[in-house]
């Protein structure tokens, strides 16, 4: 196990005992965000909550395996898709569910647990942009070449 991988599972296991009150804060962020997604309701955040907290530690658990990670993000990738997310609204919710991290854990969001989330979050809107849009942060060493290229001339 990593090291993020230990700081992210302390960070959940803080969370835990108060969870409701972390999905129910996370649902009032995006109740006033600009998000375009239809969310789910506060009722349907309480619900499914502990399942919510299931999948997190499920991914986190498994994150030095990425091949057996994706694929089973990709597939709880799919209820988002079908709320009608867009690609703008990714960053939306990293955004939201960071600020209500560093709410709940207070002083335990340390700069280590600010950074391994920070890290997670971005592993986690690489891929939904990936699985959902099409969309990569990679590209071909020719794709790179011409851009230095273009840029010197």
Request: hydrophobic residues 35%; positive net charge; contains cysteine.
């Amino acid at each position: 196990m990593n090291t993020n991988q230990s700081v992210l599972l302390k960070s959940l296991q803080i969370v835990k005992p108060n969870f409701h009150a972390f999905t129910a804060r996370f649902h009032r962020k995006l109740a006033e965000s600009g998000i375009v997604m239809n969310y789910p309701t506060a009722n349907q955040f309480n619900e499914k909550s502990y399942t919510f907290y299931c999948v997190l530690e499920r991914i986190i658990k498994h994150l030095d395996n990425p091949s057996s990670v994706t694929p089973f993000l990709t597939h709880y990738l799919e209820h988002l898709n079908k709320r009608n997310i867009q690609q703008t609204d990714i960053k939306i919710l990293c955004d939201i569910f960071y600020a209500t991290l560093e709410a709940h854990l207070g002083q335990h969001f340390c700069l280590q647990s600010q950074t391994a989330w920070q890290e997670f979050l971005t592993f986690f809107e690489n891929c939904t942009n990936s699985s959902l849009f099409n969309i990569s942060n990679v590209i071909s060493l020719q794709q790179r070449i011409s851009k230095t290229k273009n840029n010197t001339n």
